[in-house]
Nanobody
C-alpha cells in the first residue's frame, strides 16, 4: 500500500528555519517526481516545489525561490526552508507523480498524497 508521510513541521519564529521530510513507501518511487504543496486557511492548495526522480530537475514557485530548497534521496523528499515569514503558515503536503515531468504545478496531476504537516510561523 502506497504511503507518503510528512514530518518536521512545527512552530517557528519569523526569520527561522525548518526542514520538512516526506518518506514514501509501498513501491519503488524512482520513476516518480516528488513535490511539495501547501494550503493556508481559506486558500486552495498551492504548488511549492518539485524534483524529478533522478534529481536532475527542480522547479520552484516564485515565493520559494532563494528561501526554500528541495532535495531527494531515493524515496525521501526534503524541503529546507529559511527566512520563514508569517505568510508561509500552512499545512505542507508531499505528493508523488508518475513520470513525466509536466503539469507539476497542479494538484490534479498527482497520484499520491501525504496527510500533511503543519507549519506555523509566528512570534
Amino acid at each position: 500500500q502506497v504511503q507518503l508521510v510528512e514530518s518536521g513541521g512545527g512552530l517557528v519564529q519569523p526569520g527561522g528555519s525548518l526542514r520538512l521530510s516526506c518518506a514514501a513507501s509501498g513501491e519503488n518511487f524512482n520513476n516518480y517526481a516528488l513535490a511539495w504543496f501547501r494550503q493556508a486557511p481559506g486558500k486552495g492548495r498551492e504548488f511549492v516545489a518539485a524534483i524529478s526522480w533522478r534529481s536532475e530537475h527542480t522547479l520552484y514557485e516564485d515565493f520559494a525561490k532563494g528561501r526554500f530548497t528541495i532535495s531527494r534521496d531515493k524515496n525521501t523528499v526534503n524541503l529546507q526552508m529559511y527566512s520563514l515569514k508569517p505568510e508561509d503558515t500552512a499545512v505542507y503536503y508531499c505528493a508523488a507523480k508518475i513520470e513525466d515531468f509536466y503539469g507539476l504545478r497542479h494538484t490534479i496531476n498527482y497520484d499520491y498524497w501525504g496527510q500533511g504537516t503543519q507549519v506555523t510561523v509566528s512570534s
